[in-house]
């Protein structure tokens, strides 16, 4: 027999390459998206030449701990990933980033040194999981264990959105179309319906008079009768128009998302409906899940491997939401082809995934990959071919750098605020909760 040759799984190099990505007028209640938003693209290459693919958030703070993380690589194999997170802590971050404010682009809740450190972590293992199961032939689930699934539900992530970007900013033109009420809501959810053949919805709400937004829930759910929906007004609500949402839609909402901001206010609210709440911002670190789940604050968190450091922790957190009984889905940012790629891998080796996952990427025309992902009546398939199965445009990739490079400043960081001035002078960043 002949022996197989080993492979050298060392690192030589780690190339980040931040991106400018076009994103339509999509509202929420911080304001609106920008017409471009930053992503970093990082590629792990090993000795033998193989390169690995992971991508994460691009603004300026992560680019800042990006290079010294990705230095600590070098040098180390690709499958040595316990060393690269055990001594993370030891680079440092800029105080100022992190002072307590919330992070307005993810709206993820209040920012701290060790989600910023997690949030390129992220980016760093995914790329060497994909260049270790290029290595080996395997694919990224069979390094996690392998999948329980061979396709994962997505959901259709509605928006509140401008027809376009205001008049005289550079922008991508798309064809979605407005939707600034509820007949805008129900032809978008047609058209993702149509497209990619979602059965479930998200309506991303906090953006009109709650009012208003139960009308379209209402209506979302007379065009599509049985269809699972959801609802999440990013915290912009009391307690008590919390609760008054959920008592109005109690009967067709899947689930209420972060309704109100905190864990406290969450507790409040749920101590007072029978409607699951879900999260993404008052439980995105393992500190946070204590509270959350002694309060039974919340029914269902919403993973995100950007915000947990990766895969392996994504298994983590589902198992310890198994333990408590606590459901378990995947929220989303917005992101492209390589992350959709890597939440596919980890969600299909999940257990006791009941709940569609959120993504953005429809919303997204460009990508950075040479053959877009693909959604089949309202799922993913999940590829067995090695690493994550993608392979990286390198034309596009550079297309999308000097876009970045060509820009003054103003889009390297996401601020979804200054965004809306542009169409409105006096907006402020409103206080929460909003009503």
Same mark, same amino acid.
């Given at each position: 027999?002949?022996?197989?040759?080993?492979?050298?799984?060392?690192?030589?190099?780690?190339?980040?390459?931040?991106?400018?990505?076009?994103?339509?007028?999509?509202?929420?209640?911080?304001?609106?998206?920008?017409?471009?938003?930053?992503?970093?693209?990082?590629?792990?290459?090993?000795?033998?030449?193989?390169?690995?693919?992971?991508?994460?958030?691009?603004?300026?703070?992560?680019?800042?701990?990006?290079?010294?993380?990705?230095?600590?690589?070098?040098?180390?194999?690709?499958?040595?990933?316990?060393?690269?997170?055990?001594?993370?802590? +030891?680079?440092?971050?800029?105080?100022?980033?992190?002072?307590?404010?919330?992070?307005?682009?993810?709206?993820?809740?209040?920012? &701290?040194?060790?989600?910023?450190?997690?949030?390129?972590?992220?980016?760093?293992?995914?790329?060497?999981?994909?260049?270790?199961?290029?290595?080996?032939?395997?694919?990224?689930?069979?390094?996690?264990?392998?999948?329980?699934?061979?396709?994962?539900?997505?959901?259709?992530?509605?928006?509140?959105?401008?027809?376009?970007?205001?008049?005289?900013?550079?922008?991508?033109?798309?064809?979605?179309?407005?939707?600034?009420?509820?007949?805008?809501?129900?032809?978008?959810?047609?058209?993702?319906?149509?497209?990619?053949?979602?059965?479930?919805?998200?309506?991303?709400?906090?953006?009109?008079?709650?009012?208003?937004?139960?009308?379209?829930?209402?209506?979302?759910?007379?065009?599509?009768?049985?269809?699972?929906?959801?609802?999440?007004?990013?915290?912009?609500?009391?307690?008590?128009?919390?609760?008054?949402?959920?008592?109005?839609?109690?009967?067709?909402?899947?689930?209420?998302?972060?309704?109100?901001?905190?864990?406290?206010?969450?507790?409040?609210?749920?101590?007072?409906?029978?409607?699951?709440?879900? &999260?993404?911002?008052?439980?995105? &670190?393992?500190?946070?899940?204590? +509270?959350?789940?002694?309060?039974?604050?919340?029914?269902?968190?919403?993973?995100?491997?950007?915000?947990?450091?990766?895969?392996?922790? &994504?298994?983590?957190?589902?198992?310890?939401?198994?333990?408590?009984?606590?459901?378990?889905?995947?929220?989303?940012?917005?992101?492209?082809?390589?992350?959709?790629?890597?939440?596919?891998?980890?969600?299909?080796?999940?257990?006791?995934?009941?709940?569609?996952?959120?993504?953005?990427?429809?919303?997204?025309?460009?990508?950075?990959?040479?053959?877009?992902?693909?959604?089949?009546?309202?799922?993913?398939?999940?590829?067995?071919?090695?690493?994550?199965?993608?392979?990286?445009?390198?034309?596009?990739?550079?297309?999308?750098?000097?876009?970045?490079?060509?820009?003054?400043?103003?889009?390297?960081?996401?601020?979804?605020?200054?965004?809306?001035?542009?169409?409105?002078?006096?907006?402020?960043?409103?206080?929460?909760?909003?009503?």
């Amino acid at each position: 027999m002949t022996a197989t040759p080993s492979r050298d799984l060392t690192v030589t190099e780690v190339r980040l390459t931040p991106v400018l990505v076009a994103d339509p007028p999509l509202l929420n209640t911080q304001g609106v998206h920008q017409p471009y938003t930053p992503r970093l693209i990082v590629e792990v290459v090993t000795a033998d030449g193989i390169s690995g693919l992971g991508e994460t958030y691009g603004d300026t703070k992560y680019l800042e701990l990006a290079r010294p993380l990705a230095d600590r690589l070098v040098g180390h194999r690709v499958d040595d990933l316990n060393r690269l997170f055990a001594g993370a802590d +030891e680079v440092a971050v800029d105080a100022a980033r992190v002072s307590g404010q919330v992070d307005v682009g993810g709206l993820r809740g209040v920012q &701290t040194a060790g989600k910023l450190r997690l949030s390129v972590l992220s980016a760093l293992e995914v790329a060497c999981l994909d260049a270790l199961g290029k290595s080996l032939g395997l694919p990224v689930h069979a390094l996690l264990g392998g999948k329980v699934r061979d396709a994962v539900e997505y959901s259709a992530y509605l928006f509140y959105k401008w027809a376009e970007h205001p008049e005289g900013v550079p922008a991508e033109k798309d064809d979605w179309g407005a939707a600034v009420d509820p007949a805008g809501v129900v032809e978008q959810a047609r058209r993702f319906t149509e497209r990619y053949g979602f059965t479930s919805f998200k309506l991303k709400g906090g953006v009109f008079p709650p009012e208003e937004e139960i009308a379209a829930v209402r209506a979302l759910a007379a065009a599509f009768p049985g269809h699972p929906l959801r609802l999440d007004p990013n915290g912009a609500w009391s307690v008590e128009t919390s609760l008054k949402v959920a008592e109005e839609l109690g009967d067709v909402l899947e689930y209420l998302e972060d309704p109100a901001l905190g864990t406290p206010a969450m507790a409040e609210v749920a101590a007072g409906t029978d409607v699951p709440l879900a &999260t993404n911002m008052c439980v995105t &670190t393992f500190a946070e899940i204590e +509270e959350a789940f002694t309060r039974d604050a919340v029914q269902v968190v919403l993973s995100d491997h950007h915000y947990w450091g990766g895969l392996r922790n &994504t298994q983590h957190l589902a198992a310890i939401c198994r333990t408590f009984g606590v459901g378990v889905s995947m929220h989303s940012n917005t992101h492209l082809g390589i992350s959709l790629a890597a939440m596919t891998h980890v969600a299909s080796t999940v257990p006791d995934l009941h709940h569609a996952c959120d993504s953005h990427y429809p919303w997204q025309s460009e990508d950075v990959l040479t053959e877009r992902m693909t959604f089949e009546d309202g799922t993913v398939r999940v590829s067995d071919a090695p690493g994550l199965g993608v392979e990286l445009d390198r034309d596009r990739l550079a297309f999308l750098h000097r876009r970045w490079l060509d820009d003054d400043g103003a889009l390297r960081d996401r601020d979804d605020a200054a965004a809306m001035r542009i169409a409105d002078p006096d907006w402020v960043r409103p206080a929460v909760p909003r009503w």
